[in-house]
C-alpha cells in the first residue's frame, strides 16, 4: 500500500540522490582550467599568445597522460610530468593512487619550452587539495626541484598577451622582476634571440601600465597563494638534530679526525733529507699544506658542531698526509702489492658482515657504506694497473684513496645501530623504488641533454652503474646512485638561465626548502642522515665555493625525501596497487548499489501511484504477473 500524501517527499528523495550521485562521480573525476602564456612565432616577429591548460585526476596507478595540440616539442611534455611529480612532493601527497590527465590547447603553434611547469605544478596542487582556481590569474617560470620557480623569456610578450586576453594578474619568477630586452625576449630554447634591445624594464611597472597585476614568485606555494588565495602550511621550526644522529656523527668525526694527526705525525716522522727547492720537496711541501689546511678546517667545523663537514675535511686530509708518509718511506712496488692484496682480502670480509636492516636510516647507512666499498675495490684496480706498469707514485695515491674511502666506510657502518621508524623493505619495494628512481634520472638526464647535448658525462656512467646494479639485484645501491644521478641533472635544470651573482640567491632557497623537508621527516619518525650531512655541508661550502654548494644542497634535497618510497611497517597488509584496487571496487559497488536504490525510488515514484486490489495468494509466488494491477493513464 501506498500513501497518497508521500510523492512530494518521494520527489525530494529522488533529486537529492541523483545530486548525490553526480557528486559521487565528480569526486571520482576532479579537474580544472587555467590558461598560460606563451609566445608565438609569425611573419612579423615574435608576439605573446594564450594557450589553455586542463587537469583531470582520476583513481589510477600514478600515471601521466599528456595531449597537446598543436603538437608540442618533447621537452614540454617532460616538463609536464617533472612539474606533477614535484607537486606531489611538495604538498606530501601519495599520488600512486591517481592517473593525470593534461592537455594544453592553444589557437596557433607556440614555442616549445618548460615555461608552463609552474602553472602545471600549481594546478596539480589545487586540484588534489580541492582549491579554486582563479581563471584571471596565471603563472610564467620553469619548475625546479624543491618546488622552486625558474627563469623563463618572453616576458614582455606574454604580459601583452595577458592584458589583452583579460588576464588580471601575472606571476613571474621574482629574479626577473627588472630585466633587459633581450633577457625577456630570450627563450630557452636553442632557437636564440628573440630581440636585441638592451632596455631596463620593471615587468611590475609595465605590468601596471598595461592594466595586468604582475606579482613576483619564488616558490609554489607563492603561486597557490596567487592562484587560489590559499596559505600552503609550511614548516616554520628549526631542525632538531637526532641524538642518535648527533652522537654517531660525533663519533665518526672525532675518529677520521683523529686519524689525520696520527697520519700527520707519521709522515712527519718518515720525511728524508731532501734538497730544498727540488722537485719533490716542493710536492711534499704542497702535501703538506694541504693536509694541514684540511685538518684546521675539520677542526674548526668540528669545534661549530658540523660533524659531518669536519669529517669531510678531514677525510681529505688523511689522503694528503697518508699519501705524503708513503712518498717519505719511498715506498716499493713490492710493498705496494701486498697493501692492496691485504686489504681486498678485509674489505671482503667486512662486506660479508653488513647487517639487515628496515628502517630509512639503515637503508641510506647501507647505501654509503656499500658505495664507498664499491670505491675502493675500484681504486684497488686502478692500483694493481698501475703496479703493473710500474707506476709507483700513482700506485700509491689511489691504494692511499682506497685505503681510506675503506676506512670511511667502516666509520660510516656506525649508523646501523640508529633507530628509526620501520619500514617494509623487502626485496620487491627495494626494486621498485630503484626502478622509479632510475626512471627519474633517466628523465632529468635527457632533460638536460636538450639543451646541452654534451653535458653530464659523469652523470651518464653513474645512471649506467644505476642500471647494472639493479640488473645484479643491488637495489639499494640503484637507489642512491640514481638518486645522486637525478640531483646532479636538477642542479643544472635550476641554474639555467641564471646569472652567476645569482647563484647564492638560488642556493638560500634551496637550502631553505630542504631544512622544511628534514624538519616535516623529523617529525613524522625518520631523521635523513644523508639528507642532513649534505645540508650541513653545502652551508660549510657556501662561502668559498657556491657551485659545490649547490651540488650538495641538490643531494641533500633529493636524499631527505625518501621515506615516499616505501609503505611504513605499521601500515595495513595491502600494498599501495591493492589499496587503489580496493578503492575502485568499493567506489563502483557503491555506484551500483546506488543505482539499484534510485530504480527502486524511480519504481515507487511513477511505476506504482494507486493501491492495488487484493489478491489471493497463489502457492508458489506471491503475485503472477498476469495478475498485477497496472492501470493507464
Known sequence: MVMRGKPVQLGHLFAGLLLFLVLIQTCAAQQAHMRLLAVTQTDEGYEGNTADLYLRIEQGSGRVFIDTFPLTKIDTQISTRFAKEIACRYIGFDCEAYDFFYTINAQSAIIGGPSAGSAVAALTIAVLKGLPVDESATVTGTINSGGLIG??????????????????????????????????????????????????????????????????????????????????????????????????????????????????????????????????????????????????????????????????YCFGANIKFHYLRLIAENISLDQLQGMSDSLAATIEEFSASLPEYNTITGLQTFGVVKERILDAKEYINITRGYIDRNLTALAAYNLVYATERFYSARSWSAFFGMSGREFKMDAASLKKSCLNKLSEAEERFQYVRIFFPTALGDTRKEIDYAYKDMGNGDYELCLFKASKAKAEADVVLSVLGIQETQLPIVLERKLNVTKRIIVRESKNGVFPIIGYSYYEYASSLKRDDVFSALLYAEYALELSNMEIYFERADEPILSRSQKVMLRSIISYAFIVSLGLVLGFVVGIRFGIRHPRKKRKRREGCLYSTSELDVRKP
Do not use: Q, W
Not at 606571476?171 to 628573440?194: A, C, H, R, Y
Not at 632596455?199 to 597585476?213: C, D, L, P, T
Open 151 to 312: 627563469p623563463v623569456g618572453g616576458l614582455k610578450h606574454k604580459i601583452d598577451a595577458a592584458a589583452a586576453s583579460g588576464i588580471r594578474r601575472v606571476m613571474i619568477p621574482t629574479d626577473e622582476v627588472l630585466v633587459t630586452e633581450t633577457e625577456f625576449n630570450t627563450s630557452l630554447m636553442p632557437e636564440g634571440p628573440l630581440g636585441y634591445d638592451n632596455r631596463s624594464v620593471n615587468m611590475v611597472e609595465y605590468g601596471r601600465m598595461k592594466g595586468v597585476e604582475v606579482m613576483p614568485v619564488s616558490e609554489l606555494r607563492d603561486v597557490i597563494k596567487g592562484l587560489s588565495d590559499y596559505d600552503i602550511p609550511t614548516e616554520t621550526s628549526l631542525i632538531t638534530i637526532d641524538d642518535g644522529y648527533s652522537s654517531i656523527m660525533r663519533f665518526l668525526a672525532s675518529d677520521l679526525c683523529n686519524r689525520s694527526r696520527l697520519l700527520e705525525e707519521e709522515a712527519m716522522s718518515s720525511m728524508p733529507r731532501i734538497p730544498p727547492n727540488s722537485s719533490l720537496d716542493r710536492v711534499m711541501l704542497d702535501l703538506e699544506n694541504a693536509g694541514l689546511n684540511l685538518t684546521l678546517k675539520g677542526a674548526e667545523a668540528f669545534e661549530n658542531g658540523s660533524y659531518y663537514s669536519s669529517a669531510s
